[in-house]
């Protein structure tokens, strides 16, 4: 089982975006069984909230349900239990680094370091923005999923279930 922790600020509007799209993904693929998919805010202040109404719209768009995901914050404890922390920005994996416990196992890295040839480096955050910042959010999760997907099933980490 491979565990997978997508984060942004506000847990929100990106980080439960990547997580509703990567587990999308993952079920159309056969291998949900092999992964562990969640997402958490740096921040804590929407903690308990549904996402961000203008995402779950997007997302429903592509046959995505993100209803009824519910904003958490990263916990210290997150580092010891995922393998794989996913940062949307370079503030966030900023803030990840800083709080990483010592001697824990998970690799932090920017989610969209997985996307090959992609320039871009952060998936912009869409809170104070139109309508449109949703559908760019969309667009690079999805191609950073796709190759997190690769680089997990080239690492031999999941395996296609579809008995
Ligand atoms: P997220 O977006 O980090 O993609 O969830 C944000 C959500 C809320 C706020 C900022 C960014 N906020 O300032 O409340």
């Not at 997978?4 to 949900?32: D, W």
């Not at 923005?129 to 559908?135: A, M, P, Q, Y």
Request: one cysteine or more.
């Amino acid at each position: 089982m491979v565990s997978v922790l997508f984060v942004c600020l506000g847990n929100i509007c990106r980080s439960p975006t990547a997580e509703g799209v990567f587990t999308n993904m993952c079920r159309k693929q056969g291998v949900a069984d092999s992964l562990y998919i969640d997402s958490a805010g740096t921040a804590g202040w929407h903690v308990g909230k549904a996402p961000d109404a203008r995402a779950v719209t997007a997302a429903a768009q592509q046959d995505i349900d993100l209803s009824a995901l519910r904003a958490r914050q990263v916990s210290q404890d997150d580092f010891s239990s995922f393998d794989y922390i996913l940062a949307m920005d370079e503030d966030n994996l900023a803030d990840l680094r800083s709080m990483q416990p010592d001697g824990t196992q998970a690799r932090v890295d920017l989610f969209l370091d997985y996307a090959p040839g992609m320039s871009v480096r952060n998936v912009p955050d869409p809170y104070y923005g139109g309508d449109d910042g949703f559908v760019q959010v969309l667009e690079l999760v999805r191609a950073a999923s796709a190759g997190l997907l690769t680089h997990l099933i080239a690492r031999g980490e999941v395996t296609a279930h579809r008995d």
